[in-house]
Nanobody, 115 residues
Framework: QVQLVESGGGLVQAGGSLRLSCAAS????????MGWYRQAPGKQRDLVAV???????NYADSVEGRINISRDNAKNTVFLQMNSLKPEDTAVYYC?????????WGQGTQVTVSS
């Protein structure tokens, strides 16, 4: 059974940086895309960034220029480098792996940015 395990969340001051990681345990093949979503209290879960198997990326307008998504295909791991963090980036961050016939989600990692 595949599980996605996230790490790297925490508390940081505004302007600081964090790097989130998400690794898949178990056998997984044919990943088409890896992505990160976030959900703030009382709000819907929104896309932050996504990277395809070919390396194409897409970012939410609110994080463009501050956040970079990357992946290690050999290790089935996706990263989210977050710089110049703002209090409005505070949320639970979820990773997701999508392939043919599956859509896995991590359990979420809390990111809190203090002003």
């Amino acid at each position: 059974q595949v599980q996605l395990v996230e790490s790297g969340g925490g508390l940081v001051q505004a302007g600081g940086s964090l790097r989130l990681s998400c690794a898949a345990s178990g056998s997984i093949f044919g990943i088409n895309a890896m992505g990160w979503y976030r959900q703030a209290p009382g709000k819907q879960r929104d896309l932050v960034a996504v990277i395809t198997s070919g390396g194409s990326t897409n970012y939410a307008d609110s994080v463009e220029g501050r956040i970079n998504i990357s992946r290690d295909n050999a290790k089935n791991t996706v990263f989210l480098q977050m710089n110049s963090l703002k209090p409005e980036d505070t949320a639970v961050y979820y990773c997701t792996f999508t392939g043919w016939g599956y859509d896995y989600w991590g359990q979420g990692t809390q990111v809190t940015v203090s002003s």
